[in-house]
């Protein structure tokens, strides 16, 4: 399995206005986002050049949050909070700051108070700080009239837990995400509309967090949807190498066929996923199968590179 995912060309990224410089350090955290020790230089360089501008600092505490840096995504995520502090003028007092909060939640700068203010108490329950984000999701509750920022799902959440859990916070997180996708936190294996599974839901999302804990909690790694895919078929849609190394120590089935035969190394075949191929070779495919076709991935090969790799272990 590769160490990194695939280059990405700078093109197929949509940015918000910053510079090169800062453009191009951002694809090289994307490159090795699943690799830590690579990828947390780059973001810090990212964030020392881009000093205080809002977009970076989100995609910085959120980098820093679904790669299990807590203490920086912190760090960032108070950033944030201080940097619209002072631009808006805000109180500190949390009665006088609330009424503000209140009656301007709908401007920009202020909804981006709040979320990062949010954010900051899933971060420290994660760290295991229950007691001041039981505080932080009350405040941001107080805020709401319908949930969008998360602070009544944590709230309920904290106050329910029990009290001789050693939590780290990872529950949570998926409780959290759970009740904002409008999945029962009880029934793991709620379906949707086309049979996905709330697994299958959070790898198509990219959550790699909650794709974690799922499979902590006892989610069927192997579960099928209308279509016959299993979760695999998402993380290898998405070019998300790491939920893939997540999948497969699960023991999910990387030979698993769909309702038209087709495999994930078919999948990546056809969409000339060179890498993805790669990785699912290297992982074991089966590059024998066939489809209802009677086809095989090489026929499929969209690239000379992945035809020349699969020529090398078909018979």
Not at 260 to 276: F, R
């Amino acid at each position: 399995m590769p160490t990194s995912p695939p280059q990405q060309s700078m093109t197929r990224l949509s940015w918000y206005p910053v510079s090169e410089d800062i453009k191009q350090l951002l694809s090289l955290v994307v490159d090795h986002w699943h690799t830590p020790e690579i990828a947390d230089p780059y973001m810090q360089q990212v964030i020392e050049l881009a000093g205080d501008h809002p977009d970076v600092l989100v995609s910085a505490y959120r980098y820093f949050f679904y790669t299990h840096n807590d203490p920086l995504a912190l760090q960032v995520a108070t950033k944030v909070l201080e940097r619209v502090q002072q631009a808006e003028d805000l109180p500190t007092d949390w009665g006088q700051l609330k009424l503000i909060l209140s009656d301007r939640r709908d401007d920009p700068n202020i909804r981006l108070y709040i979320n990062a203010y949010a954010a900051s108490g899933l971060i420290r329950a994660r760290l295991g700080e229950l007691d001041t984000a039981q505080q932080i999701a009350a405040r941001v509750s107080e805020l709401e009239s319908r949930n969008e920022f998360g602070g009544k799902v944590v709230q309920s959440i904290l106050e329910n837990s029990d009290e001789d859990d050693e939590d780290d916070g990872s529950s949570v997180i998926l409780q959290h995400w759970l009740q904002t996708q409008g999945l029962n936190p009880g029934d793991l294996e709620q379906r949707g509309s086309n049979g996905d599974t709330a697994l299958m839901r959070a790898t198509r999302a990219g959550e790699l967090e909650v794709v974690r804990s799922l499979l902590q909690a006892g989610a069927i790694v192997n579960a099928r949807n209308h279509d016959g895919n299993n979760a695999l078929w998402f993380a290898c849609f998405g070019d998300r190498y790491d939920l893939i190394e997540q999948l497969m120590q699960a023991g999910i089935d990387i030979d698993n066929r769909n309702d038209n035969g087709a495999t994930a190394l078919m999948y990546a075949a056809s969409a000339g996923k060179t890498a993805m191929v790669k990785c699912l070779l290297a992982a074991g495919a089966n590059a024998e199968l066939k489809n209802l076709d009677d086809f095989r991935a090489i026929d499929f090969a969209a690239n000379f590179d992945i035809l020349r790799m699969l020529k090398h272990v078909v018979l």
